[in-house]
């Protein structure tokens, strides 16, 4: 595909031109400099949207504005520039409120980000509510950041660590669902969406049968909320943590919803400012939620600018961007096989536009490299999920991933490069 357009067929099933809106991100325009003498100029080719997506210049636009015109600090001055940072750090929490599908803003807590919320879950409820015996039930693709908190709470509360594994084509194992649950299971938490295999988990049937068993559910949702419609009243979680870098917001900010119920019934996770209704030395009352679990001053300009992503996004539409990225993920997936003996983990039926590959016998970081200097950004590593790593037998594995202003030729790009680099390394490859 060397033109610069949609096959024909992808047109009439997508509801946005990516062309035109890669006109919305500046860094989409980044070149490179290659050669000896840097006599070559490449332009980038983005292709690590799982770890974080570039940003249009209305959120840019919208933290500059913010900063211009309205920096203060939020529910506490009594003067205009207060008023103005207020309104709009929560009229960002009602957006996010509807984008998600909250049932109100109150179950809406504004964090650095998903794994600041999961911790915080770890924290204010599991301290609460989970004693030594008790068992958290997982699963084997988590990234590390919806384990490591779990860990923590099992070494300090003596609680027990369970796990749903992954088949070989890195889907869960769910026909013994029922069986994963005993007396002591007291929390569920799983991912939405898989980092390493693109794997979308039925999470409305997961949670419908942990609802069965009175345990309530935790989803990791940094890699879905981005990338598909969701709404976390049909899923019917109890917890749902998000973060606004990876859906075209700044970095240091993200939320966890959670049902009123819990929010009321937890305690706080930081304490100082804000959080607080009355304070005396020895003792102290909490505020409403949200803001009990709010202490200090709150990331205002990354909340502003994550309502204008939420803004830009919702003019797109997930519909549309979910069936644009399922059009693309699976031209990747066909055009990788043209290189030749590249190893694709993860073959779900329902995927996200996630590919980890292996390719030849070449270290994972030397592709990453070679790509890079054709100006080619894709992730190498183990991508924050050891554990499936070891499970695989690999150090790590090679992922590009897209979003919705990626394109047909970007994908060509990349396996051209693939197919240069494994003539570069003729019989090592």
Known sequence: MSEAHLPEKWESA?????????DDFPILKETFRRGKRGELIVPLVYLDNAATTQK?????????????HANANVHR??????DRATELYEESRRKLARFIGAASEREIVFTRGTTEAINLVAAAWGRKFLKPGDEILLTEMEHHSNLI???????EKQ????FIPFAEDGTLVLDNLEDYFTPRTRLLAITHMSNVFGTINPIQQIVAVAHQHDVPVLVDGAQSVPHMPVNVQELDCDFFALSGHKMCGPTGIGALYAKEKWLE???????GGEMIRSVWLDRATWNDIPYKFEAGTPNIAGAVGLAAAVDYLSHIGMENIARYEKLLTQYALEQLQTVGNVRIFGQAPERGGVISFYVGNIHPHDVAQFLDADGIAIRAGHHCAQPIMRKLGIPATSRASFYFYNTPQEVDRL?????KMKEFFGDGF
Request: aromatic share 12%.
């Open 14 to 22: 997508v509801g946005f031109d990516p062309y035109r809106v890669r």
């Open 56 to 68: 249009p210049r209305q959120v840019i636009q919208a933290l500059v504005d913010y900063y211009e």
């Open 77 to 82: 001055a009594i003067h205009t520039l207060g």
């Open 149 to 155: 908190p779990w860990q923590l709470l099992a070494k």
């Open 159 to 162: 609680l027990t660590l369970r």
């Open 265 to 271: 019934a937890m305690d706080p996770y930081h304490g």
């Open 415 to 419: 396996v051209q490069s693939l197919i």
